[in-house]
């Protein structure tokens, strides 16, 4: 069983930076893949950014990609998200997710592969 805890949302002006935290428990996070997926009202829940198990490779979703930064300390038991020059349309509770699929070595954004969520941390960017 994986538990997963995220932490840093908040509001921010566009433009802005934030740093989203995923805290994970149980003996096999640090060989799952992690991710952030977000959703906004009316929408469904998209893939954002993943990384593999190792660290070593990373996916991003074009609307994110050159912005949002992905990482992770298997010491710490952590997958971070840094996400930089933050528009409005950025605006979404924010989910990190744990995949056992592939062993963690190749990133998943199939929603519906994802064994374990956290609760979700708001962002909001404002004009």
């Known amino acids: 069983q994986v538990q997963l805890v995220e932490s840093g949302g908040g509001s921010v002006q566009a433009g802005g930076s934030l740093r989203l935290s995923c805290a994970g428990s149980?003996?096999?996070?640090?060989?799952?893949?992690g991710a952030w997926f977000r959703q906004a009202p009316g929408k469904e829940r998209e893939f954002v950014a993943g990384v593999t198990r190792s660290g070593a490779i990373t996916d991003y979703a074009d609307s994110v990609k050159g912005r949002f930064t992905i990482s992770r300390d298997n010491a710490k038991n952590t997958v971070t998200l840094q996400m930089n020059s933050l528009k409005s349309e950025d605006t979404a509770v924010y989910y990190c997710?744990?995949?056992?699929?592939?062993?963690?070595?190749?990133?998943?954004?199939?929603?519906?592969?994802?064994?374990?969520w956290g609760q979700g941390t708001q962002v909001t960017v404002f004009e």
């Open positions: 149980g003996r096999t996070f640090s060989s799952s893949v």
């Open positions: 997710g744990a995949s056992n699929r592939g062993w963690g070595t190749y990133v998943i954004r199939r929603r519906d592969e994802y064994d374990y």
